[in-house]
């Protein structure tokens, strides 16, 4: 009978193949979102706050276009590179003020690398805190998120603008 560390380790060697895969810091990644959601439910409970019995479809929206702006200005943007660089390294300027990293070190240094500079990856956590602060403090997280928002359409008009103009001036030229 193979002891659980046993199992584990041999898991991971399955998993990984000949690739070097850091599958113990994802797992460390993944317990921290377990304990951050867990202490959340208990926050909750100790200080008596109700669920809701359900979040509309406007909050929902507002909450899911606030989700995409902030995880991409997280992973993304060159202003909140210095929160990154811990985890990163620079790779290019994209444009748009948009950066491309890439994660570097090893084991847990190497999946937060991976982490902040996935706005997939990010929408999780991003997401999750969303929707606590619409549990714990509606009308500030409505407010954070509205803003996130504005930015998000602002984002979309400048680009549709930019589009429109390059349009125009391909057709005239």
């Not at 460390?28 to 100790?46: C, D, I, Q, W």
């Not at 993304?76 to 390294?89: G, N, Q, S, W």
């Not at 509606?138 to 603008?161: C, H, K």
Request: charged residues 20%; glycine residues 10%.
């Amino acid at each position: 009978m193979r002891s659980p560390a046993e199992t584990a380790r041999r898991v991971v060697r399955h998993y990984q193949g000949r690739s070097d895969r850091p599958v113990g810091a994802y797992a460390a990644v993944l317990g921290t979102y377990v304990t951050v959601v867990g202490a959340l439910a208990l926050a909750g409970r100790l200080f008596g706050v109700r669920l809701p019995a359900r979040i509309g479809l406007g909050d929902t929206a507002l909450l899911s276009v606030a989700t995409h702006k902030a995880s991409r200005l997280l992973s993304k943007d060159m202003v909140t590179a210095p929160l990154r660089a811990p985890v990163t390294r620079f790779d290019e300027q994209t444009g748009m003020g948009e950066v491309n990293e890439s994660a570097r070190g090893h084991g847990i240094q190497h999946v937060l690398g991976e982490v902040a500079t996935c706005p997939f990856c990010l929408a999780v956590w991003v997401s999750t805190g969303l929707t606590a602060g619409m549990v714990f403090a509606p009308r500030l997280t409505r407010l954070v998120a509205t803003v996130l928002t504005t930015v998000a359409a602002s984002d979309t008009l400048q680009l549709g603008y930019d589009a429109a103009r390059n349009w125009a001036k391909q057709d005239n030229g």
